[in-house]
């Protein structure tokens, strides 16, 4: 059973940091995109930061870089989104998702080209 579990989570102050994981199992292709996306009540789910598992290239959304860095421990099959300098309006529910090839990271990602993807885990940042 192919699984993506989420965690991580929770409430932190402005200008706080966390760091979001994901750990996969039950993939078996030799490669995949994996990343998150968020959701804010009442918006559009939108993609945040995925990465390649084959040759570690990533996508970071406009509104995240240099605030967040992704990473991918192959021996853990786990990613993770360390996020630094968090504003209030990051509060949202964080789904973490993957896609198996082909994939792109080279452009806004959207939600149909994940297929896996976890229950979601809610980032709260108080002002």
């Known amino acids: 059973e192919v699984q993506l579990v989420e965690s991580g989570g929770g409430l932190v102050q402005t200008g706080g940091s966390l760091r979001l994981s994901c750990a996969a199992s039950?993939?078996?292709?030799?490669?995949?995109?994996i990343g998150w996306f968020r959701q804010i009540p009442g918006k559009v789910r939108e993609g945040i930061s995925f990465?390649?598992?084959?040759?570690?290239?990533?996508y970071y959304a406009e509104f995240v870089k240099g605030r967040c860095s992704i990473s991918f421990d192959n021996a853990k099959n786990t990613a993770y989104l360390q996020m630094d300098s968090l504003k209030a309006e990051d509060t949202a529910v964080y789904y973490c998702?993957?896609?198996?090839?082909?994939?792109?990271?080279?452009?806004?990602?959207?939600?149909?080209?994940?297929?896996?993807w976890g229950r979601g885990i809610q980032v709260t940042v108080s002002s």
């Open positions: 998702a993957a896609a198996r090839p082909p994939y792109r990271l080279n452009s806004a990602p959207l939600e149909y080209d994940y297929d896996i």
């Open positions: 990465i390649s598992t084959n040759d570690g290239s990533t």
């Open positions: 039950g993939l078996t292709d030799d490669h995949y995109a």
